[in-house]
């Protein structure tokens, strides 16, 4: 799969990391080119330094031929609204951006974007953890 990645914080580059191991085109977008050191020696996909609302930055990344754009940014606007490019300007096939608002999650939802809370994620391991040991 060609997969774009924006965001390359902790968990975009792990993510990046992952997909690249398992022999997927991956590009990473990020607005700070420092957060590519998050990205090991051995990653053999593409990082580029850009905004990833931005439409003209998404076609440098390969957007126009992406089968998979995912969203990890730390802002939940952020990640939304280049949800919402990537899905309703482009027509990737499979978007999905992170939302840390529980509350938010639910609305952007039912707005038909794909969101994952690691806020409500991690909520339900503690208590999982908590209450089955």
Same mark, same amino acid.
Request: include cysteine; aromatic fraction near 6%.
């Given at each position: 799969?060609?997969?774009?990645?924006?965001?390359?914080?902790?968990?975009?580059?792990?993510?990046?990391?992952?997909?690249?191991? #398992?022999?997927?085109?991956?590009?990473?977008?990020?607005?700070?080119?420092?957060?590519?050191?998050?990205?090991?020696?051995?990653?053999?996909?593409?990082?580029?330094?850009?905004?990833?609302?931005?439409?003209?930055?998404?076609?440098?990344?390969?957007?126009?031929?992406?089968?998979?754009?995912?969203?990890?940014?730390?802002?939940?606007?952020?990640?939304?609204?280049?949800?919402?490019?990537?899905?309703?300007?482009?027509?990737?096939?499979?978007?999905?951006?992170?939302?840390? #608002?529980?509350?938010?999650?639910?609305?952007?939802?039912?707005?038909?974007?794909?969101?994952?809370?690691?806020?409500?994620?991690?909520?339900?391991?503690?208590? #999982?953890?908590?209450?089955?040991?």
């Amino acid at each position: 799969m060609k997969i774009i990645i924006m965001g390359c914080g902790r968990v975009g580059a792990q993510l990046a990391n992952l997909l690249d191991a #398992d022999g997927h085109q991956v590009t990473v977008i990020d607005i700070d080119a420092h957060s590519f050191r998050r990205l090991p020696p051995s990653f053999g996909g593409t990082a580029l330094v850009g905004d990833g609302t931005d439409e003209e930055m998404l076609k440098k990344a390969g957007i126009t031929e992406a089968d998979a754009f995912v969203a990890v940014t730390q802002g939940d606007n952020r990640n939304v609204m280049a949800a919402q490019i990537a899905r309703n300007i482009f027509n990737v096939p499979r978007v999905i951006c992170r939302i840390y #608002d529980p509350l938010r999650k639910d609305v952007y939802e039912a707005l038909g974007l794909e969101a994952v809370s690691p806020t409500t994620v991690f909520a339900q391991l503690l208590r #999982d953890k908590l209450l089955n040991e």
